[in-house]
């Protein structure tokens, strides 16, 4: 298994700011990913975030609106840029076991965009 | 593009009564499913996989290709799985999932 947490647990932001969320995990993992869960709806995948090259991101989501770091197998960071309303939303960092296809979550981070 | 539906956003049930959430998939490929489960104030987090074939909590749930579905089921429903239940696809076994938009479960005494 795996422990994972994340950074802030919640924040209200005002629009055109941008804001940077930490996850933190607790072993070394190869793959890390970034959902998105905008109120009432499902959880989105935002990106493959991969240590030592940029992140892999799904359609509908840009590097320059969401830029991630990865800087080793333990760490990694989404930033929301130039935030607006939509942009509400819980971001979940995730981590997956290759062997079992299981996926771990963090707690989220609830941002509000005001 | 591979598509996840669970059509129902809120379930209630009586304590005692069966459960079954219902998830169905389209996707032209061999798919893996699982279902996650999110308990009040806590994480998402895994409840099982249709490839383990096995129980958790006294859940289970098969995948029927014919019908390209996987439904949770429960005999009978305990106060304990209110929760919200997410099901969700893998491509060929990789960890990017695709979520449905979720089921609340209410069990009611």
């Known amino acids: 298994s795996a422990v994972i947490s994340q950074k802030p647990s919640r924040d209200i932001c005002q629009r055109g700011t941008s804001l940077t969320i930490q996850c933190q995990v607790d072993?070394?993992?190869?793959?890390m990913f970034w959902y998105r869960q905008q109120p009432g709806q499902s959880l989105t995948l935002i990106a493959t975030?991969?240590?030592?090259?940029?992140?892999?991101?799904e359609s509908g989501f840009v590097i320059d609106k969401f830029p991630i770091s990865r800087p080793n197998l333990t760490f990694s960071t989404l930033t929301v840029s130039n935030m607006s309303p939509e942009d509400s939303s819980i971001y979940l960092c995730?981590?997956?076991?290759?062997?079992?296809?299981?996926?771990?979550f963090g707690e989220g981070s609830r941002l509000t965009v005001l | 593009a591979q598509r996840v539906t669970q059509p129902e956003k809120l379930l209630s049930v009586f304590k005692g009564a069966p459960v079954e959430l219902k998830c169905n998939y389209s996707?032209?490929?061999?798919?893996?499913l699982f279902w996650y489960v999110q308990y009040s104030r806590q994480r998402l987090q895994l409840l099982l996989r249709?490839?383990s074939r096995e129980s958790i909590k006294g859940f289970t749930a098969d995948l029927n290709k014919g019908e390209t579905s996987f439904h949770l089921k429960k005999p009978f429903a305990q106060e304990e799985d209110s929760a919200m239940y997410y099901c969700?696809?893998?491509?060929?076994?990789?960890?990017?999932?695709?979520f449905g938009t979720g089921t609340q479960l209410k069990v009611e005494l």
């Open positions: 995730s981590v997956g076991l290759a062997a079992t296809g299981e996926l771990f």
């Open positions: 072993s070394q993992v190869t793959m």
């Open positions: 975030a991969n240590q030592g090259s940029e992140a892999t991101y």
């Open positions: 996707y032209s490929g061999s798919p893996e």
């Open positions: 249709h490839i």
């Open positions: 969700a696809l893998s491509k060929g076994g990789g960890n990017k999932l695709t």
